[in-house]
């Protein structure tokens, strides 16, 4: 099977059943996604299929077959994706290892609604779990990445 991930072409010839969390860590060696559950409760494994935030954990490789994926590797080449910055200024993240998920699950949410309300916040990122709790410090990144589209947009 066919697949692209983070704008390069692959192909793959093994366990179609298998996780794509696993084809991208153990094969291609994209560790920027994390192993957290594995069985789709904590978000940790979040990438990008078409442009929508799937837990690749869930994701068997069959049902990637000609789609394309991005990690968080592919989401800038340089951090310089706003969400990314945003993340930054914010002082987000603690041990860091949710963040990667948070970061794609937020960039999805916001490529698909740039302006979100605190409620359209809360249901996009609520699935995606952080132990050390920085919760507030993510929605307070959203609403900052928001707030510079309104800025972009209002000096248009
Ligand atoms: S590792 Fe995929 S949801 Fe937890
Ligand atoms: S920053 Fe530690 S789990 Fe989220």
């Known amino acids: 099977m066919n697949l692209k991930v ?16 696993w084809y ?4 291609i060696h994209l560790t920027g996604t994390k192993y957290g559950c594995g069985q789709g409760f904590c ?8 442009g929508s935030a799937l837990r690749s954990c869930q994701q ?18 340089t951090a310089s994706h706003p969400v990314q910055q945003a993340w930054k200024h914010a ?7 949710c963040q990667g998920g948070q970061i794609m699950r937020a960039a999805a949410l916001l490529q698909k609604n740039p302006h979100p309300s605190d409620a359209d916040i809360d249901s996009a990122m609520k699935f995606n779990i952080c132990r050390c709790g920085t919760y507030q410090r ?4 959203i609403k900052a990445v928001a707030a510079g589209a309104q800025a972009v947009e209002a000096k248009k």
């Open 138 to 141: 993510i929605r307070e990144a």
């Open 60 to 77: 068997s490789m069959e049902s990637v077959a000609d789609k394309e994926i991005i990690t968080i590797e592919g989401l800038s080449e």
């Open 6 to 21: 983070n704008g390069a072409r692959r192909q793959f010839d093994g366990d179609p059943e298998m996780p794509l969390l």
């Open 43 to 50: 978000g940790a494994c979040t990438v990008h299929v078409n």
């Open 91 to 97: 002082n987000v993240p603690q041990c860091g290892y």
């Open 24 to 27: 991208l860590r153990d094969e």
